[in-house]
């Protein structure tokens, strides 16, 4: 059984600061979820008036100064107290600031004046924190709040190593308390979300900041106070899959990713890693027979590993050895998957941010040698919609939808994949072979009708025994968020170097590009944080829903909404080549007759999760 410790620390009365109203009772309250609901062995806390606690060398003051945390790291982490499968949970209340490019928590009797001197720098802490034996830390950080008259320079600039650290607010902004709720807005959407039970709970990293990202500017926006978006800091990526709080996660999903994560780490031969995992695969699923053969197959291969490494004489030049086999249990199916680069764009267009990421796949035979690609989208709940004063009406009111797991072309249906499906038996009506205007086997299938789009799709379920449609208008948009909640998925704005759009025309801040006048290739641009390719611009995709003026009164369960009228025109997503920037936003929304078909409309297909490995 994985244990839980955890440190709180609130301060409201700085000796040198404006003090704040409400950090020590977020503090008290996360110190009392974790002893209370969650359970946590040992919580240590941190506040004006928290009493004293006791250390290996004796009992110590918890007053948050200075001198009394820095001897408390000292004293607590020199040693290895819990192992592999526990976690150490940190959390700050408090004001934080950049100094020299590096992030500070400021404790209560901090000197403005001399930062590096008087403040805690994050890297030390989490350099700490690593001492301590769990393979997971998780940091939950509600600094730089707003100083009113003294104005930080801002917070969370730091990514730190090996740990996942969740920030009240993105850098250089800040975050705010409310009166009514007598929390910071952070921390308070934070209790919310992990104290979430069922098909909601926000038992994964992944799950809880996509959570704290719909609720925490909505608690702002409510209660009238600046814009303030939480960030989330995971390394490596895969700890986004990481069960946070085992008793809650009761989707099999969850489960599911993580022994996906477990296989491509021992896959990589990162076997300490991949032990990690599977040990948090039991802690979720207890009698997982797969965990339990893996940690056995790890074993024996790090005992063989030692072995090797202790008996064999080093190796010299022109030399050959070949080791003896060694025994293993039957290897688990390895879950397949592939790498693609995520790239972020600043508020001129420029690509300010790389990142490699990794996703499940599964492949799919059409015949003729083609093949289609269906990426893992794993469940979750997200912010569908623009917010008012952004977008268009027909995108209001913003509404909380939850999304289940499913499977999403990587990319629109291309014309080689149109043509071996079309010259398969017709289910309800004919498909042309070659229906598009610019041609090319990789290029995505267009002048393709709403009808002629389902038509593919129960030609394909036929032929795969399997069950293909259109995305509902909700999984579009999530898919296509991929966690984010700017108006792309690259970020503010969008650029002819990531996208297929009418570039003569700019988005915000962003700068006049390359109109190409037709479509591309699929996957000729970056994919987005799911691995999911073309999301903005190239072909407008078909949706099953029919079109509504706005939202009232949308489902909330990620199904589409369908309208009586089956005549009504039905939706679109993700605009073209033809189209402003503005019309290749996450939430914009078209429409078309179900009967049209111009060279600016394809589509792609989402298929059930649950599909075997191979």
């Known amino acids: 059984m994985s244990r839980n410790w955890a440190i709180c620390i609130g301060i409201n009365h700085y000796y040198n600061l404006q003090p704040l109203k409400f950090a020590v009772q977020d503090a008290s309250s996360v110190r009392d979820f974790f002893l209370n609901e969650a359970k946590f062995e040992q919580v240590y806390y941190f506040s004006d008036d928290s009493p004293p606690i006791e250390t290996p060398k004796g009992e110590m003051r918890s007053l948050p100064t200075y001198a009394n945390l820095k001897r408390f790291f000292r004293e607590w982490f020199q040693s290895t107290s819990l192992r592999v499968g526990d976690n150490f949970w940190f959390f700050f209340a408090g004001h934080g600031e950049i100094y020299e490019d590096h992030d500070y928590l400021l404790p209560i009797d901090v000197d403005p004046g001399d930062i590096e001197g008087t403040a805690l720098r994050m890297s030390d802490i989490a350099d700490s924190l690593r001492n301590c034996g769990a393979d997971n830390t998780v940091l939950l950080v509600d600094a730089c709040r707003d100083r009113g008259k003294r104005k930080g320079q801002g917070f969370g600039v730091e990514a730190q190593r090996g740990l996942v650290t969740i920030y009240s607010c993105s850098p250089h902004k800040s975050s705010y308390e409310i009166e009514d709720l007598q929390h910071g807005s952070f921390t308070y959407a934070l209790l919310e979300g992990l104290r979430l039970q069922g098909a909601n709970n926000c038992a994964t990293v992944e799950r809880l900041d996509q959570y704290l990202c719909a609720q925490v500017p909505a608690l702002n926006e409510r209660y009238g106070k600046p814009p303030q978006m939480p960030r989330t800091s995971v390394e490596p990526i895969s700890k986004n899959h990481l069960i946070l709080l085992p008793q809650q996660a009761t989707r099999l999903q969850d489960v599911l990713m993580l022994k996906h994560d477990a296989q491509a780490a021992e896959l990589n031969d990162d076997l300490e890693f991949a032990q990690q995992l599977w040990v948090r695969v039991l802690a979720a699923s207890p009698a997982d027979g797969g965990a339990i053969a893996a940690i056995g197959r790890i074993a024996v291969k790090q005992q063989a590993r030692q072995t090797t490494s202790a008996s064999s004489p080093p190796v010299t030049a022109g030399s050959r050895r070949i080791d003896a086999p060694v025994s293993e249990a039957k290897p688990e199916p390895q879950v397949p998957t592939f790498s693609f680069e995520v790239v972020t764009v600043d508020r001129k267009g420029a690509i300010a941010k790389k990142e490699t990421r990794q996703a499940e796949y599964r492949r799919e035979a059409l015949g003729q040698g083609v093949e289609l690609e269906m990426v893992a989208i794993p469940g979750g709940t997200f912010k569908m919609g623009s917010a008012d004063g952004q977008g268009y009406d027909s995108e209001r009111p913003q509404h909380l939808v939850t999304v289940r797991p499913f499977l999403m072309g990587k990319y629109s249906v291309t014309q080689a994949q149109w043509r071996a499906i079309a010259t398969l038996p017709k289910v309800k009506r004919d498909l042309k072979t070659d229906p598009s205007n610019f041609k090319g086997d990789s290029r995505p299938v267009e002048q ?85 390719y073309d999301m903005h611009g190239n072909v407008w995709e078909w949706c099953l829903d029919h079109w509504h003026e706005n939202y009232a009164s949308a489902p909330t369960d990620g199904s589409a909404w369908l309208s009586s009228d089956e005549n009504a025109a039905r939706l679109l997503r993700g605009g073209s080549w033809l189209n402003f920037p503005n019309y290749c936003r996450s939430t914009n929304r078209g429409r078309y007759a179900s009967d049209y078909w111009p060279d600016v409309v394809g589509f792609r297909v989402v298929c059930a999760a649950s599909w075997p490995l191979p």
């Not at 003569?504 to 590009?513: S, T």
């Open 448 to 532: 393709v009708s709403w009808d002629n789009a389902v038509e593919f799709c129960q030609r394909l379920s036929k032929h795969t025994s399997r069950k293909y449609r259109l995305p509902s208008e909700a999984e579009w948009e999530y898919a296509c968020r991929a966690g984010t909640t700017t108006p792309f998925h690259f970020g503010e704005t969008l650029s002819s170097n990531v996208a297929n759009y009418d570039a003569n025309y700019i988005y915000d801040d962003g700068q006049k590009g390359e109109y190409r006048e037709q479509t591309t290739d699929v996957g000729s641009f970056p994919a987005n944080a799911f691995g999911l």
